[in-house]
Every structure is written in structure tokens, then in C-alpha cells.
């Protein structure tokens, strides 16, 4: 959550500068499976083995999106994305807190992906954790807090008490901008006060145009009507290209 890249032991995902995209280009996803069977995601072609996996429409709205091509459903990187062992693992802590805060299952699953790669363990250089990459700040701000057993950090890690703060901040940004999932989206990896500074558009900075393009079209495959596909295994590696031009993150101002 808010700019950072995420490195972990059982998943990898690496946010990685490249150039900048405008806003009118279209959201492509480029992906492919390596030797190792590790899956590698982008929104650009970084090399020849990068392969076109979803072809974007050059907006932002979700709800103009619909479940996803068949032809994207037949590739192993649609494997990875909604078949993968830990994410069925957690698929009960998703629901519930989807359901206990009144946020889009899909969307969580889709920003889970994006986030950690389904990776409790997952910690950032910047210092956020698990599945859904909460900063020990943000979590302070809803109430969690280290004790003589735990430290606050310690209690990230627990995929429950990450993925219910996730769905609260989910709560309050969906609040703050109603019917706007793309702004929800890049308020997650910006800040709210980053897309209020632009005027509530999406901040022109590269990796948060790269993520919300990402994570809407990530969302697709985790719309109900969505058939299971057998389980796929291996770590994953996304690159959101432009991270190199982020500047520091800005918050809202709530005193």
C-alpha cells in the first residue's frame, strides 16, 4: 500500500521504472511463464518473451469491463491468477472481510495479486506487509497496535488482521470516492491525498497509472461468472513500469 515495491521468499513482485505511459494508452497486460515456472507480469513488452495476455481498452472504468476473453482463459498466466494454492487458501478470510465491511470480493482479490502475490510474508523495503501491504502507520490509524507479545509488524503478518484492515481502508476510500473504483484503486497505491491533489483524477504518476491499469484488469478474472481453471504453482513477478518517477507519498489530511 502507497508506493512501494514488494519483495518476498515465496512470491516475488518487483516494481521495476521503465518508461512512461500516457493516459490514453491502452491498459495491456504482457505476461509469461519462465523455465523455472515463475509467471511474469507487465503492462509494457520488456523483452521478446513478454506475450500480449490481455488487450486493454484504454480506460479505467471497471464497471465498463466484463469477464475476461476466452482466449485469455485458456493461458497458463490466467491459471496463475485465479487458481493459485494461496489464494483458494484464503478465499474464506477475502469473503469474509469483503462481506463484513461491504466491499467488492474481486476487487480484493484482484489488489491481493497485485499487492503480494498471495503472500503473507511478503515485506516491502519501505516496510509494508502481507497480503495486502498494509504500512504499520495505516494500521495504527485503525487501531492495531504492538504489545508485549507482538509487535505491530508481527501482527501483520496474520492474513486476518491484514486482510480486515485492507477492507476497512477499501471502506473508507470507497466512501471518500463513491462509484470512482479507479480512483479506490489509486488511492491505494498513491495515497488519497495524491488523487485529491490532482483534483480526484488518477495522479500523473507512472506507477500508479500502471497499477490501476493492472488491478482493473486483473478485477475481470475474479468477476463470479469466472469458471475454475486446475491449480497452477510458482512464484510471481509483476513489473508496474515508472516507480523511478514516484514522489513521496501524501496523505489525507483528516485533523
Known sequence: MKLKPIFDVTFKVILLATCLLSS????DVYGYVDAQGDTHFS?????????????????????????AAPEALRTPLFKVLTEHP?????????????????VDLALMKAMMAAESGFNPAAISPKGAIGLMQIMPATAERYGLVG???????????????????????LRELSALFPNQQALVIASYNA??????????TI??????????RLVTQFYQFYLPQVPALPVATGRIHLTIPGRSNMPAPLTLNTN
Open 203 to 212: 495522479p500523473p504518476y507512472p506507477e500508479t497509472r500502471n497499477y490501476v
Open 147 to 169: 504489545d508485549a507479545r507482538k509487535s505491530i509488524q508481527q501482527k501483520l503478518t496474520d492474513p486476518t488482521t491484514n486482510v480486515r484492515l485492507a477492507a476497512r481502508y
Open 86 to 102: 494461496n489464494l483458494k487458501k484464503f478465499e474464506a478470510v477475502l469473503a469474509a472481510a469483503a462481506a463484513e465491511f461491504k
Open 24 to 27: 490514453a494508452a491502452r491498459a
Open 191 to 200: 495515497g488519497e491525498g495524491a488523487v485529491q491533489k490532482y483534483r480526484n
Open 43 to 67: 503492462t509494457e513488452a520488456l523483452d521478446e518473451r513478454y506475450q500480449l495476455f490481455i488487450k486493454g481498452d484504454g480506460v479505467f472504468d471497471s464497471s465498463q469491463l466484463t469477464p
